[in-house]
């Protein structure tokens, strides 16, 4: 099976709405701090390396073996349960290589659109614990994931899929599947899809009352909405929208998260609206700087899976995305994918140390920050922290090329007399300001050598906004 390039990721939301509860308000802001997290897609899919969930979709983008059946493929993706036995399962190695990365939160997938759950559901026996997984101590594997980031102190976030291609009550047997929608109509069947409601609510339940202290319930996808919400955007990923609406009751299931989890922060993807607290732009950044909470969820290599001799990103890459998200306004939440056996790969514990080294010492120009008006110069972004009274400079620089004897740029003055510290050392650089320009001298150990940082930080005490 090969997918064509995947036509399935969420765009933003063109819209949105501040939550008005003081709590979720307060849980946002502190989300706002954290700046860099981590979501890890885990499912069948790991089993044979594939793409999450979407090979059993029937869309023109996809691509499966010429000489296969449809239900014959399905049949097979969902029989890969005896197959899922993740006996080097470790979530102590998946949180520790997050905190090493400098990570702060964390997003697990619960189920993904195929419907198999990564935790001990009473709603489904599709689920990671009756398998042949079933008998370790560790089966109700979302329990573990997130006790182990937990006691890393990261936030914690809940993926879970809105959508359940496994579930007869949004697939119904009877019918064909044709796309990624219910394959049935749901104002002649009201009593299949209220049943499927009651499903979605009951798990998104056990999660918000089984699993310990939650931060954030992140709900995919997004064409499970009412039909006022679709807009021509939405009809434009790939696959056609019905004519009935989708709607699961998101006010009952947000009332009844809250009620467990105050301050609960909700994304509900692209829905725009009460239920989505922070937008979800996939696989890009956008082109300019945003004055409201959102978050780019890339990937670390290619794919959200785990897909064997996968490419990754260089460190520096993730690095210069990382910054620039964070001058724009945003959070990076970086995607990566445990092997079938449950441990990451050794190239991404790698990358991942690569990363931490650098935001160790740099990290005061990311977390807590938030943003100014100028926020880039060519290369170089500007931060600012809380108070507003010191920025950041942060210059990316490119692999494997000469350093530069100075630093310039035309915005964000410093304040007369103060000390600009390079935070890689804590040591103060030399600048002056000549013509409306900012020169700040490298230090000779640094000038004219090939560039040994992917990035170069820089603090000092602000001279206006």
Known sequence: MSVKAQQNVHPQ?????WPTD???KAKLDKWQDQKFGIIIHWGLYAVPGIIESWSICNEDWIERDSSSNYNDYKNWYWGLKK?????????????????????????FTTKHHDGFNMFDTKQSDFKISSGPFANNPKANVAKFVFEAFRKNDFMIGAYFSKPDWHSENYWWPKYATPDRNT???????PWRWNKF?????????ELMHDYGSMDILWLDGGWVRPLETVNEEVRSWGAAIPNWSQDIDMPRIADMARTAQPGLLIVDRTVHGPY?????????????????PWESCLTLANNWGYVPNDQFKSSAKIIHTLIEVVAKGGSLLLGIGPKPDGTLSD????RLKEIGKWVKVNGNALYNTRTTPYYQENNIYFTKNKTGKLKYALVCLEEKSV????????????????????????????WIIANGVVNVKLPKKLSKHTVAYPALAFSFASAGL
């Open 13 to 17: 939301s063109t819209t949105y709405e």
């Open 403 to 430: 350093m530069p004897a100075t630093i310039q740029w035309k915005t964000n003055l410093p304040a007369k007399g103060t000390k600009m510290k390079w935070l890689q050392t804590g040591e103060t650089v030399k």
């Open 83 to 107: 197959d899922f036995n993740p006996v080097k399962f470790d979530p102590d190695q998946w949180a520790k290589a997050g905190k090493d990365a400098g990570m702060k939160y964390v997003v």
């Open 347 to 350: 190239t991404a514990i790698v």
């Open 22 to 24: 003081e709590l979720v």
């Open 183 to 189: 394959n049935y109509d749901i104002r002649k069947f």
């Open 276 to 292: 989505e607290n922070y937008q979800t732009p996939e696989q890009k950044i956008p082109e300019n700087q945003l004055d409201h």
């Open 197 to 205: 409601k009651e499903f979605t609510y009951n798990q998104i339940s």
